[in-house]
């Protein structure tokens, strides 16, 4: 993730990019998708190591999708760093 930066000129312009491919409509479609998409996501969360800025990992998304995804792989996350580390056996 080293490098990402949201505001910057190459994410206006991919991002410009993705909705005008998509059509300004939404990919995902979850329940209670307004279809209207503003935002994009990331298919491959950068935080698992998807590109920022390859097309071909970013589609079209609206709010309520792209927030609800985002918050689903959040909680992924944690619960995956929050795991304990269980001592290897004995080998009695």
Request: with cysteine.
């Amino acid at each position: 993730m080293a490098g990402w930066k949201s505001g910057s000129l190459q994410w206006r312009r991919l991002r410009l990019f993705v909705l005008e491919r998509d059509g300004w409509r939404c990919r995902i479609r979850s329940d209670g998708c307004t279809l209207e998409a503003t935002e994009v996501d990331h298919i491959v969360p950068r935080w698992a190591g998807g590109a920022p800025y390859d097309p071909e990992n970013c589609r079209a998304a609206c709010a309520y999708c792209n927030r609800s995804r985002g918050g689903q792989a959040g909680n992924r996350r944690r619960v995956e760093k929050e795991r304990p580390a269980y001592p290897a056996p004995l080998g009695w």
